[in-house]
């Protein structure tokens, strides 16, 4: 049992779903779990830095109100009462929204993400917003213009990205879990990288409604937790048909916990031998053979087979993805909110100074090579030959689920780069997605769970891959493998104990 | 001998059609209102909103499609349209470019040379953009999102058109389809229906096309008669003189009777059209459009046709009641009341068109009621009313739509249809005016207007004229 | 490197893209650009005939709103955010001369 006011770090060990738990048995209350979550965050942002923005007064008011309607026996949901990360992409009322771009540097929205309002619907308290690349565009941390995110095993490395506060947040108890966004493996290569669990849903499966678009056919929010029971539980809350998002899905299978059984006998998983060729770390080869093995022991059909097309995801994936964004970021021209030029002449010049200095070079990188691949005279080469190997890519994949109930692979080809290391060569920082990219194109859900780590103590994240709308089977295979270990926190999440 | 030029003319029309909401948003669509009070996340471009179909767009789209000949994309979609300018708060409107709604269609229309099919190339759905007020006293321009996503069709026609006049009785044609589905008031003035003329001219007998521009910013048929002219003029001087038609899109000054280019170096015409991925397809059933074809109201060549049968209607008559669905709806609604089309059809014809031009109004303003003038129709045709009462009464049906048996009998307005009093009036009259009398019987047909009006005057206006007349001719023969 | 990226073109798809980039970034962006063609272009080992462009992934149509009245007036808040504001609009340079 816990003391009142005391350092309450243990709090921010357990799951979202034990502290939940005691919250509803009233032995913690919703306000000291918040409190506890923002003295961590205190304690560690010096050196993490996970967020952008904490919001101390909301959350404890938040945490109030949650209470009293737990008290009043008005909210009862596995959730209520945990104090939750929101990344920095998806709006909410009347709370700093940034994307870690400065050119949204005092944007604050009018309105709520729908995800974020079914967690605060359910209970959950929003601590704040998380680093990530800006406008989700990388895979470190580091191209946020609010100062990069120290992954927690080592504050030396990156957490990943582009979900690299979100994931950095939960492996460092800055939080008791936090919602992400995927488009290319912005959940699944940041948690593996620190050590925790996220899952990039069915495109489709969660409102994209508030969530500031990079590439709108690919992006997908999800969530991120310390574990696979957490992430079904956190999904099955933001999972929601939402009349306001056109591609969102009517689903009648989002009980994702019901899933969540240590039982894959006769699953048949399958794992692309194109994932395990030159690129890959050896370490991380080894981690995700064993965790393959670890499956075949517990009743799985594992084997390798060939998925193909593996090489052509990338330059597919930049080109569709830098083509949307392209489009969707012109909305930012410095006139109805965000950052605008001081000193301008004219119009023109005002929209080019404003987003000339508010956006980064990674961004100017993607809106330029998407406005040039849907520029006239080479729609067809670029964007519309890049559609046409999307529809390959899924056939490939509708393939491979006739025969195999899982993809299992890595999530990425190493662990976690130091600081500095990955952006000098954008090109080779693309590389990295290789293992997650595809499931975007092909609108599939994929889950990262940590398996094991490498010779540095870096976490190394086992991928598993599902066909559309069979999220339950990947969270079983993932809830089998947890079940073969134990949560492993970095030591700095729990220094303070000390 | 000057070369002979032909004027190529093709049109994009903009129509705003008469939903309640927005495209892709719950905002009103109603006209006025503070700038910005009927905007939300959607229609201002804020960040992670998302676009989600109206379904009365597509509906609408469809009807005027299927009313002008049009074959119907059943898989239809919505792609971006991307460029840069304050009105448009995504900087990328959305638009169809590759699969249309409809396309290939066409409507007749009706010249002084005759009848002619104008082809339509295809109409598209898109958003409307938002409005800039130009600041009198700043150098800047303050932006309105209350017209962002109103929802357009673009009606695109292919270039059939050789003259002004035909331009205009083509867009008259389309304004009455349109009107008449009730899918758009189709007003010039109010912006509810926008021209853009795509003009260009060869030599006369020439196979190939010359390079053409394309001229926005047309008010109203004036302007566009104007604009045709002063443009078919500009394009014959430059290629007189040995010089290029330049492919741009000019802008037309209506006060200055001038139009300008409009190009710029940061306007590169390259819009990067691409599927929007926040939108899903569009897919029209051979149900859907058989629902809306049944729905379809009859339009105006079927109405003509049918006043010249049903109602023994001349054509020149149906043609003027047909001319607005506002006209029709009134003729035949009062029609169905009194069942005297020809009465009927002379107020309309007459006094209802002689106060509109006095008023400098269209007959959709018109605001009495098909009842009120069926009343009247009938109090005149039974004599109940002369003609100058029943005029007098119109006028106020006219302004205040009012109840004309009520207004009658109120202000004493009835025909006196007493024998006797006529009579009496009529005698004193006699007595009263002996030169008048005497010029009458000496021949002078014309005096027996004068006596007359003594008596309608003594009658305070109350006498049917014809019985007056009749009565001084009979009695001024014994 | 197959695609050379010229300094016409940047210019023009910093046109495009309302982008001004100083005389270093427009020879990176060059070098960025190329490099990232060449690699795109990786996709024309692939066979695509016959193949159709795929924008969704899943064949869902028809997602409508009926034409109701939703929104009410958000005007305050939303110009909260706006750089420069008068009298219920958003302020921009003349648009017209």
């Known amino acids: 049992m816990m003391q009142k006011g005391g350092t309450d770090v243990n709090l921010m060990d357990m799951t979202a779903l034990a502290l939940a738990k005691k919250i509803r048995a009233g032995e913690v209350s919703a306000p000291e779990a918040a409190r506890a979550a923002l003295e961590q965050i205190k304690r560690l942002e010096g050196t993490v830095h996970a967020y952008v923005t904490v919001d101390e007064e909301g959350a404890l008011k938040q945490a109030e109100e949650v209470q009293k309607k737990i008290e009043a026996g008005e909210l009862t949901g596995p959730l209520a009462g945990v104090p939750a990360a929101i990344k920095d992409n998806m709006c909410t009322k009347g709370l700093l929204t940034t994307c870690s771009s400065r050119i949204l540097e005092n944007f604050v929205p009018t309105y709520t993400a729908q995800a974020v309002e079914n967690l605060e619907a359910a209970g959950v308290v929003v601590l704040g917003k998380t680093n990530m690349d800006e406008f989700a565009m990388g895979s470190t941390t580091e191209t946020s213009a609010y100062g990069v995110t120290r992954n927690p095993w080592n504050p030396e490395h990156v957490p990943g990205g582009s979900s690299g506060g979100s994931c950095a947040a939960v492996a460092a108890n800055e939080c008791s879990f936090a919602l992400g966004s995927d488009t290319g493996g912005s959940i699944r290569q940041p948690s593996s990288f620190c050590g925790v669990t996220g899952i990039k849903p069915t495109y489709g499966t969660v409102s994209r409604y ?30 929601s048909w939402d009349r306001k998002d056109s591609t969102s899905i009517k689903r009648d299978d989002c009980d994702f916990t019901s899933a969540l059984t240590d039982d894959v006998k006769g699953m048949k998983i399958g794992i692309p031998r194109d994932y395990l060729g030159s690129g890959l770390d050896v370490e991380v080869k080894q981690a995700i053979l064993a965790a393959a093995e670890v499956l075949r022991e517990k009743g799985a059909e594992v084997e390798e087979f060939d998925l193909s097309l593996v090489e052509y995801a990338i330059p597919a994936y930049y080109t569709i993805a830098s083509a949307e964004a392209s489009s969707n970021l012109s909305r930012f021209d410095g006139i109805k909110y965000g950052y605008r030029a001081k000193e301008y002449e004219g119009l023109h010049q005002m929209y080019k100074k404003s987003r000339s200095e508010g956006f980064g070079p990674e961004v100017k990188r993607r809106i330029m090579l998407g406005s040039f691949v849907l520029s006239s005279g080479y729609y067809d080469a670029y964007y519309l030959k890049a559609l046409r190997t999307k529809a390959l890519i899924k056939q490939a994949f509708d393939r491979a689920f006739a025969k195999y109930d899982v993809i299992l692979g890595p999530a990425a080809p190493a662990t976690a780069p130091k600081l500095g290391e990955s952006l000098s060569n954008p090109l080779q920082m693309y590389l990295g997605d290789i293992y997650t990219i595809s499931a975007n194109l092909a609108g599939i859900p994929g889950i990262s769970v940590p398996c094991g780590r490498d010779s540095k103590g870096l976490p190394i994240g086992l991928q598993l891959l599902g066909d559309c709308f069979q999220e339950k089977k990947i969270i079983r295979a993932a809830y089998s493998f947890e079940c073969s270990r134990t949560y492993e926190a970095p030591a700095l999440a729990g220094k303070a104990v000390e | 001998m000057a070369k002979q030029y032909e004027t190529v003319i093709g049109l994009e029309v903009h129509v705003e059609l008469a939903t309640k909401t927005k495209i892709f948003c719950g905002c009103s669509t109603q006209f006025g209102g503070a700038p910005n009070t009927h905007t939300c996340p959607v229609c201002t471009g804020m960040p992670g909103s998302l676009p989600v179909l109206n379904k009365q767009v597509v509906e609408y789209a469809l009807a005027v499609g299927l009313a002008t000949n049009c074959q119907i994309n059943q898989h239809c979609k919505f792609d971006r349209k991307n460029y840069f300018y304050p009105d448009n708060p995504q900087n990328y409107q959305i638009s169809q470019l590759y699969l249309p709604i409809c396309h290939d269609g066409g409507v007749e229309i009706e010249t002084e040379k005759g009848k002619k099919t104008i082809g339509i190339h295809e109409i598209h759905m898109e958003e409307d953009a938002g409005k800039l007020i130009h600041d009198e006293w700043e150098d800047c321009s303050l932006v309105d999102f209350n017209r962002s996503g109103v929802p357009l069709i673009e009606i695109v026609s292919e270039p059939d058109m050789r003259s002004a006049e035909e331009v205009i009785a083509y867009l008259d044609k389309l304004r009455l389809i349109i009107q008449y589905l009730g899918a758009s008031d189709c007003k010039l003035q109010e912006g509810s229906m926008r021209a853009d003329v795509n003009l260009s001219v060869r030599e006369a007998g020439a196979e190939k096309f010359g390079t053409r521009t394309e001229m926005k910013n047309l008010n109203s048929f004036k302007a566009i008669a104007h604009a045709i002219e002063n443009e078919r003029e500009r394009q014959i001087d430059l290629l007189e003189a040995g010089e290029a038609v330049v492919q741009e899109t000019r802008r037309w000054d209506d006060t200055k009777e001038y139009s300008y280019a409009m190009r710029s170096k940061e306007d590169a015409q390259d819009y990067r059209y691409f599927p929007d991925p926040d939108l899903t397809p569009v897919y029209i059933s051979d149900e859907w459009i058989a629902r809306v074809r049944a729905a379809q109201p009859e339009l105006r060549t079927e109405k003509l046709q049918r006043y010249k049968e049903e109602f023994s209607i001349p054509e020149y008559d149906a043609g003027i009641l047909t001319s607005s669905k506002r006209l029709a709806d009134l003729f035949e609604e009062a029609t169905a009341i009194c069942k005297k089309p020809k009465k009927v059809s002379n107020w309309l014809m007459g006094e209802t068109l002689r106060l509109l031009k006095e008023n400098g109004q269209e007959p959709e303003d018109l605001r009495f009621s098909p009842e009120n003038l069926a009343k009247l129709v009938n109090l005149a045709d039974a004599g109940t009313v002369n003609n100058r009462v029943a005029k007098e009464v119109f006028e106020k049906i006219f302004t205040d739509d009012i109840d004309p048996e009520v207004y009658v009998e109120e202000h004493g307005l009835k025909t006196v249809n007493d024998e006797g009093a006529l009579r009496s009036t009529v005698e004193a009259v006699i007595a009263a005016n002996p030169q008048s009398v005497a010029d009458y019987k000496g021949g002078k047909e014309k005096a027996i207007g004068f006596l007359v009006g003594q008596t309608m005057k003594a009658m305070k206006g109350k006498a049917d004229p014809g019985a007056v007349n009749k009565m001084l001719k009979e009695i001024l023969s014994r | 490197m197959a695609n050379i990226i010229s300094d016409e073109t940047i210019e023009y798809v910093g046109i495009l893209a309302k982008l001004e980039l100083s005389d270093e970034e427009k020879e990176q962006a060059k070098a960025d650009m190329g490099k990232m063609l060449d690699y795109i272009d990786k996709l024309n080992e692939l066979d695509t005939t016959g193949i159709e462009p795929m924008s969704h992934v899943f064949p869902v149509q028809n997602v409508f709103r009926e034409d109701m009245v939703t929104n009410g007036d958000d005007r305050e808040a939303m110009l909260k955010n706006a750089p420069e504001e008068k009298d219920g609009a958003f302020v921009v340079p003349r648009t017209v001369e």
């Open chain 1, 210 to 239: 508030g969530l500031i678009a990079y590439g709108s056919s690919l992006d997908q929010i999800g969530p991120v937790a310390k574990d696979v029971s957490d992430c079904a539980a956190i999904l099955e809350v933001i999972a």
